[in-house]
């Protein structure tokens, strides 16, 4: 699987768009570029998704680069509600299960 | 729907006791997964499961124990606890490669503490 390299951190003002930033240079052809949250200390949430093409979900929007090897995940309107651990996966999809989730960036929402 | 649960939410073990903690889950899902998660640092993959009966290694199997004898659960034994195994352990549940696979659901967590 693809190492992911992410800031350890990050803040953003309430209301305005969070974007957070993830490199995976080693991807290969086949793997995809997955987003997951954890707040506080819940579980992940799983948030979105992608392979090559731009992917918008209610959550967010994920945007990935032509070459593959970086991509950012955007909340449009960040709430207080938005403050998490943000994780970026990289893993081939279907009959892969192991999902490694690095350390992450820790998004700080201020009011 | 409860989703996915954990049974106990916490626990404190002295170094050689054994223990096993529980996984459930109504949603129908055909793989099951154990985390541990360390202070500041993300998930680690202990064992998962692809359908009842079915047991394989994650990325830090060693110590633990799994078993999946019906599909809506999922156990994790530690035969004989150590004090490295202090952790919060989360159980996930997804479906079948194909159908959604891509977003696993987890179960709130149990924090272990081994002394």
């Given at each position: 699987?693809?190492?992911?390299?992410?800031?350890?951190?990050?803040?953003?003002?309430?209301?305005?768009?969070?974007?957070?930033?993830?490199?995976?240079?080693?991807?290969?052809?086949?793997?995809?570029?997955?987003?997951?949250?954890?707040?506080?200390?819940?579980?992940?949430?799983?948030?979105?998704?992608?392979?090559?093409?731009?992917?918008?979900?209610?959550?967010?929007?994920?945007?990935?680069?032509?070459?593959?090897?970086?991509?950012?995940?955007?909340?449009?309107?960040?709430?207080?509600?938005?403050?998490?651990?943000?994780?970026?996966?990289?893993?081939?999809?279907?009959?892969?299960?192991?999902?490694?989730?690095?350390?992450?960036?820790?998004?700080?929402?201020?009011? | 729907?409860?989703?996915v649960t954990q049974t106990p939410k916490f626990r404190?073990?002295?170094?050689?006791?054994?223990?096993?903690?529980?996984?459930?889950?109504?949603?129908?899902?055909?793989?099951?997964?154990?985390?541990?998660?360390?202070?500041?640092?993300?998930?680690?993959?202990?064992?998962?499961?692809?359908?009842?009966?079915?047991?394989?290694?994650?990325?830090?199997?060693?110590?633990?124990?799994?078993?999946?004898?019906?599909?809506?659960?999922?156990?994790?034994?530690?035969?004989s606890a150590a004090p490295s195994q202090t952790s919060?352990?989360?159980?996930?549940?997804?479906?079948?490669?194909?159908?959604?696979?891509?977003?696993?659901?987890?179960?709130?967590?149990?924090?272990?503490?081994?002394?």
């Open positions: 699987d693809a190492k992911t390299t992410q800031p350890p951190s990050m803040d953003c003002a309430e209301g305005r768009a969070a974007n957070l930033p993830c490199n995976h240079s080693t991807i290969s052809g086949n793997e995809y570029v997955y987003w997951y949250r954890q707040i506080h200390s819940q579980g992940p949430q799983y948030i979105i998704h992608g392979l090559k093409n731009n992917e918008t979900n209610e959550m967010a929007s994920l945007i990935i680069t032509e070459d593959r090897k970086s991509s950012t995940l955007i909340l449009p309107h960040a709430t207080l509600r938005d403050t998490a651990v943000y994780y970026c996966i990289v893993r081939v999809e279907y009959n892969n299960n192991d999902m490694r989730f690095g350390a992450g960036t820790r998004l700080t929402v201020k009011p | 729907n409860a989703g404190v073990l002295k170094t050689g006791q054994s223990m096993t903690l529980l996984c459930a889950q109504d949603m129908n899902h055909e793989y099951m997964y154990w985390y541990r998660q360390d202070p500041g640092m993300g998930l680690r993959l202990i064992h998962y499961s692809v359908g009842e009966g079915t047991t394989a290694k994650g990325e830090v199997p060693d110590g633990y124990n799994v078993s999946r004898l019906k599909k809506q659960n999922f156990l994790l034994g530690l035969e919060v352990y989360f159980c996930a549940s997804s479906y079948s490669g194909g159908l959604r696979d891509y977003e696993q659901y987890f179960g709130p967590g149990t924090r272990l503490t081994v002394t």
